[in-house]
């Protein structure tokens, strides 16, 4: 399959641009915080519970919060229905996400209590893990969960040779090399990285260049979902 075809990639995207990106924090009324995101195909929605009592009790931690990740597809996000419930891979994205989220969240503020994220898939299209990341971020600031930045997630992959920002599924399934990437984004700026995944072949190289790819494609990712805070927050009118 071809993928590249005259430097432009399938959707006519440059190498260096992303996908369509829709962001909407507060739309659930049952949750604490709630965001509804879109990046390209990619429809998750993401929902905060807490800081709140632990079930069950052996769970707590006497010195900090924990935070608990689910990730889950709904059956029909798929282009061949998915069986519900947790398998191994939502298993493992809901760890790895987890963990991507711990370092931003102040835990210690709220021992013995439960942080509890739970992000659904509507619809995949390769990247779901980053839009649930993404979404995820919102939720908990919409929660006013105490947070030292804020986490944003962004694939690269390599395609025909050439690295490419934020991969849509045929280029994730046909391309050489998938790159997951979150980073922790505090004051405007990218501190550190909290999730790197890899599938596929880079030399040492490419992995560098995927990564400063990344991180510009995750800057643009910041401001939109800082933008999506404001606008419940402060109203729209405050955004130029
Ligand atoms: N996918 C699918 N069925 C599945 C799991 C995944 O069709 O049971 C598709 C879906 O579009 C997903 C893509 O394969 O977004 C890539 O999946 P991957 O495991 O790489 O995770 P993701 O890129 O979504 O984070």
Redesign the pocket.
């Given at each position: 399959m071809e993928l590249i075809v005259d430097g432009r990639r399938l959707d006519g995207r440059g190498f260096d641009e992303l996908r369509p990106i829709k962001i909407e924090a507060g739309i659930l009324n049952r949750a604490d915080g709630s965001c509804y995101l879109e990046m390209g195909?990619?429809k998750v929605v993401a929902a905060v519970y807490g800081p709140r009592e632990v079930h069950p009790k052996h769970l707590e931690d006497p010195s900090k919060a924990i935070i608990r990740y689910r990730y889950s597809?709904a059956s029909f996000?798929?282009?061949?229905r998915?069986r519900p419930g947790p398998?191994r891979?939502s298993i493992e994205?809901s760890k790895v996400s987890r963990e991507a989220l711990e370092p931003v969240i102040m835990k210690e503020l709220f021992p013995r209590s439960s942080i509890d994220i739970f992000v659904e898939?509507l619809q995949?299209?390769?990247?779901?893990?980053?839009?649930c990341l993404n979404a995820a971020s919102v939720a908990l600031i919409d929660a006013g969960v105490p947070m030292k930045g804020i986490v944003t997630s962004v694939?690269v992959a390599k395609v025909e040779g050439f690295l490419v920002l934020d991969p849509m599924?045929d280029e994730?399934?046909y391309g050489e090399a998938?790159v997951?990437f979150a980073f922790l984004i505090r004051n405007g700026k990218i501190e550190s990285i909290t999730l790197l995944q890899m599938?596929g072949r880079l030399t040492v190289d490419e992995l560098k260049s995927a990564l400063e790819l990344a991180k510009r494609g995750a800057m643009k990712i910041y401001k939109l979902q800082r933008d999506a805070i404001l606008k419940r927050y402060v109203g729209e009118e405050v955004i130029e």
């Amino acid at each position: 399959m071809e993928l590249i075809v005259d430097g432009r990639r399938l959707d006519g995207r440059g190498f260096d641009e992303l996908r369509p990106i829709k962001i909407e924090a507060g739309i659930l009324n049952r949750a604490d915080g709630s965001c509804y995101l879109e990046m390209g195909g990619n429809k998750v929605v993401a929902a905060v519970y807490g800081p709140r009592e632990v079930h069950p009790k052996h769970l707590e931690d006497p010195s900090k919060a924990i935070i608990r990740y689910r990730y889950s597809m709904a059956s029909f996000s798929v282009e061949e229905r998915k069986r519900p419930g947790p398998d191994r891979r939502s298993i493992e994205i809901s760890k790895v996400s987890r963990e991507a989220l711990e370092p931003v969240i102040m835990k210690e503020l709220f021992p013995r209590s439960s942080i509890d994220i739970f992000v659904e898939v509507l619809q995949a299209d390769a990247g779901s893990r980053t839009a649930c990341l993404n979404a995820a971020s919102v939720a908990l600031i919409d929660a006013g969960v105490p947070m030292k930045g804020i986490v944003t997630s962004v694939a690269v992959a390599k395609v025909e040779g050439f690295l490419v920002l934020d991969p849509m599924k045929d280029e994730d399934y046909y391309g050489e090399a998938d790159v997951p990437f979150a980073f922790l984004i505090r004051n405007g700026k990218i501190e550190s990285i909290t999730l790197l995944q890899m599938d596929g072949r880079l030399t040492v190289d490419e992995l560098k260049s995927a990564l400063e790819l990344a991180k510009r494609g995750a800057m643009k990712i910041y401001k939109l979902q800082r933008d999506a805070i404001l606008k419940r927050y402060v109203g729209e009118e405050v955004i130029e």
